[in-house]
């Protein structure tokens, strides 16, 4: 579902005109090909439409370098231990090598790199960004702005920064939270525990949320924070059964988090799901399906949200995106 459904898309257009993507894109963007019937009707569903292209993007479509910077926010310890970068890179490079582009990575290790992603960003070696895992005190954003390219966001922003309008691509953190604690409230469990992420980042925030929305009169005790990986949840895992040693279910932020915490479990000798139910958020196959006991958890479309990134960049859409999440039952709940 789009964040502004209201401001019509090029696909719109298209559709209109009764041609493709590419040639409604063509002639908005001024490329030459085109027969002029078939511009006519171009330009007569653009004008009943109202539609007002991505100023910033559109130098994209007549792109100078055939390279477009992927810049992750995190050490590339993090990135390389983590599958959900994995997922994502690969969404990603699939629609840049179906456009002809070149992925050009660049991972922040700390404050230094900021200033060199900064500079490389300005220095023209690539026609737009698509930049993801932020986190709220990120100088990122502005540095990307101030670089003055045609960028895509991975996730919610949080920061505030003068890039309020970015476009983004996220999935349905907060829903996909709260279906997670209800359907172990479905269970009959009644004190359910929450790990957060990162609580620096907008996803962990959503979910987190989300958890708070849906669970009765939650119990500040019941939520630990994390950070996204297994040895976080076995940390915040510890910390929630000294607190409450009482708990029936736990919701991770993520399956790495959750991992850690079955692993927790299993050393204290709580059964899954049997004294308490585990259930996790990303469906990371090579996570999820691989834990002890195999682990319920949401589903978001990580590869997709890479795709569709590249796209939007590609295509010079203006509107963001969100994508519906949902629950993927297996044994741990």
Not at 211 to 216: L, M, S, T
Request: glycine share 10%.
């Amino acid at each position: 579902m789009t964040e502004t459904a209201s401001r019509p898309t090029l696909e719109a257009v298209a559709a209109r005109a009764g041609v493709s993507r590419a040639t409604a894109s063509r002639v908005v963007n001024g490329g030459d090909g085109v027969r002029e019937p078939l511009v006519e009707r171009v330009r007569q569903a653009v004008e009943e439409l109202g539609y007002v292209p991505n100023q910033a993007a559109r130098s994209l479509v007549t792109r100078r370098h055939d390279a477009v910077a992927v810049v992750i926010a995190e050490p590339e310890t993090r990135v390389f231990a983590d599958p959900f970068f994995a997922l994502q890179l690969r969404g990603i490079s699939k629609e840049l090598t179906a456009h002809d582009s070149q992925l050009v990575l660049l991972l922040t290790e700390g404050r230094d790199d900021h200033t060199r992603v900064g500079r490389y960003l300005a220095g023209g070696h690539v026609d737009g960004a698509l930049v993801f895992s932020l986190h709220l005190d990120d100088p990122l954003p502005g540095l990307v702005q101030r670089a003055g390219l045609p960028t895509v966001f991975g996730g919610r922003p949080g920061w505030s920064d003068g890039t309020r309008d970015a476009v983004y691509v996220d999935s349905d953190n907060r829903g996909g939270a709260g279906v997670a604690v209800r359907h172990l409230l479905g269970l009959g469990r009644t004190r359910v525990a929450h790990i957060t992420g990162a609580l620096d980042q907008t996803s962990a925030v959503d979910r987190l949320d989300g958890f708070r929305e849906a669970a009765p009169d939650p119990d500040p005790r019941l939520i630990a924070e994390g950070d996204f990986t297994p040895g976080g949840g076995e940390r915040a895992m510890r910390e929630l059964l000294e607190r409450r040693p009482d708990l029936d279910a736990v919701f991770a932020a993520n399956d790495l988090t959750a991992a850690g915490a079955l692993r927790v479990l299993r050393e204290c000798g709580r059964r899954v799901p049997e004294d308490v139910a585990v259930v996790g958020f990303d469906d990371m196959l090579p996570v999820a399906e691989q834990t002890d006991p195999a682990l319920t958890t949401v589903r978001q479309p990580i590869e997709e949200m890479g795709r569709l990134m590249a796209r939007l960049l590609v295509g010079g859409e203006a509107s963001s995106v969100v994508l519906p999440t949902t629950l993927v039952r297996r044994v741990s709940a």
